[in-house]
């Protein structure tokens, strides 16, 4: 750290905000305890002044843009946001701009020029699983989707991926879709909703947090189990092993690491610190196979999600393009 810190001397009297709108399922939480592990020793370490976290009650924008006017006027010098709208924050966000805020949203990405964006390619993530399927079941079937948080930019973006590839393979049809909101027990309720209406599902495509829901939903209803993508949660992979033990199930699993948002923090740091970052920046997604699974299972905290956090060495790199 001490290299760090006579590099970064310049920041050490910034103030970084993390504004969040949400934090109902383990990938926010695992998001959060990322902010705070990376956060704290830089702040002790006197990288910058502060490096503090909030998050809204309701995952509604008119309550985040509030949010966001009130960290510019508490002298906040930058704020990092997951955001609950790609538009509806733009005006807050054009606000702490003019204010001289430095604005870096990440996961949910803004669309506001001043703004800095930090997003894995949803799109490519959502087709990467329909061509696993197509790999997987050349002669096709029935999938079921489950969707995340409706408006939010990641499920737009995901889902067009989905169906983009969907349309590319005329074998697969999707016959139905219903919001997960990226939380197992929401998930599970969905599924289970429409589940009576549905024939046969092959496969189920979805965007985390909704893979172990969805099978417990088939089993309640005593429908065979589809091959299901899965979203690097812990109880996802752990009911995968159980049943790759028990059956040889084989699928593959998907999401954005929850630490991203640290990567966020030292790309803020670093405009803070006056360096040159591109305004568009592109991390690569997570991915699990059937030959990593059990080493991915046993670095994922029980109840958590399978990570990676950055360093102030990635974040460079990743500005760099590397």
Same mark, same amino acid.
């Given at each position: 750290?001490l290299?760090?810190v006579?590099?970064?001397?310049d920041t050490?009297?910034k103030k970084?905000a $993390?504004?969040?709108?949400y934090?109902?399922?383990?990938?926010?939480q695992a998001?959060l305890k990322?902010?705070d592990?990376?956060?704290?020793?830089? =702040?002790?370490a006197g990288?910058v002044?502060?490096a503090?976290p909030?998050?809204?009650?309701?995952n509604?924008?008119?309550e985040?843009?509030?949010?966001?006017q009130?960290m510019?006027?508490?002298?906040y010098?930058?704020?990092?946001v997951n955001a609950?709208?790609?538009?509806?924050l733009?005006?807050?966000?054009?606000e702490a701009? %003019?204010?001289?805020?430095?604005v870096?949203?990440?996961?949910?990405?803004?669309t506001?020029p001043c703004?800095?964006?930090?997003a894995? %390619?949803f799109?490519?993530m959502?087709?990467?699983?329909v061509?696993y399927?197509?790999?997987?079941?050349?002669?096709g079937?029935?999938l079921l989707?489950?969707?995340? $948080?409706a408006?939010?930019f990641?499920d737009?973006?995901i889902?067009k991926?989905?169906?983009e590839?969907v349309?590319k393979y005329?074998?697969?049809?999707?016959v139905?879709?219903v919001?997960?909101d990226?939380?197992?027990e929401?998930?599970?309720k969905?599924?289970?909703?429409? $589940?009576?209406?549905l024939?046969?599902?092959k496969?189920?495509?979805t965007?985390?947090?909704?893979?172990?829901?969805?099978?417990?939903?088939?089993?309640?209803?005593?429908r065979?189990?589809?091959l299901i993508?899965m979203g690097n949660?812990? %109880?996802e992979?752990?009911?995968w092993?159980?049943?790759?033990d028990?059956?040889?199930?084989?699928?593959m699993?998907?999401s954005?690491?929850?630490?991203v948002?640290t990567?966020?923090?030292w =790309?803020a740091?670093?405009?803070?610190?006056g360096?040159?970052?591109?305004?568009?920046l592109?991390?690569?997604f997570?991915r699990?196979d059937? %030959?990593?699974?059990?080493?991915?299972l046993?670095?994922?905290?029980?109840g958590?999600?399978?990570?990676?956090e950055?360093?102030a060495?990635d974040?460079?790199?990743?500005?760099?393009g590397?």
């Amino acid at each position: 750290f001490l290299s760090l810190v006579s590099a970064m001397a310049d920041t050490k009297d910034k103030k970084i905000a $993390l504004s969040n709108n949400y934090a109902g399922n383990s990938w926010r939480q695992a998001m959060l305890k990322s902010w705070d592990k990376v956060t704290k020793p830089a =702040v002790e370490a006197g990288i910058v002044a502060a490096a503090d976290p909030f998050t809204t009650a309701e995952n509604q924008a008119t309550e985040q843009a509030a949010q966001i006017q009130n960290m510019i006027l508490q002298g906040y010098n930058a704020i990092v946001v997951n955001a609950a709208s790609p538009t509806a924050l733009n005006g807050a966000i054009k606000e702490a701009c %003019d204010a001289g805020v430095i604005v870096v949203s990440f996961d949910g990405i803004v669309t506001e020029p001043c703004a800095w964006r930090i997003a894995v %390619d949803f799109k490519a993530m959502g087709a990467s699983e329909v061509e696993y399927l197509a790999k997987k079941m050349p002669e096709g079937g029935n999938l079921l989707e489950i969707r995340g $948080l409706a408006g939010v930019f990641v499920d737009d973006e995901i889902s067009k991926g989905i169906n983009e590839t969907v349309a590319k393979y005329p074998q697969f049809k999707i016959v139905g879709s219903v919001h997960g909101d990226w939380a197992q027990e929401v998930a599970q309720k969905a599924v289970a909703g429409i $589940l009576p209406s549905l024939p046969e599902v092959k496969a189920v495509v979805t965007q985390g947090g909704d893979g172990y829901g969805a099978a417990q939903a088939f089993a309640a209803a005593g429908r065979p189990t589809p091959l299901i993508i899965m979203g690097n949660r812990q %109880d996802e992979l752990q009911w995968w092993k159980e049943q790759k033990d028990a059956n040889k199930y084989e699928t593959m699993s998907v999401s954005i690491a929850p630490g991203v948002s640290t990567l966020a923090f030292w =790309v803020a740091q670093m405009i803070l610190d006056g360096k040159e970052v591109p305004k568009d920046l592109t991390v690569p997604f997570l991915r699990i196979d059937q %030959d990593n699974l059990e080493a991915s299972l046993a670095t994922t905290e029980k109840g958590g999600v399978a990570n990676v956090e950055y360093t102030a060495e990635d974040a460079a790199k990743v500005v760099a393009g590397k």
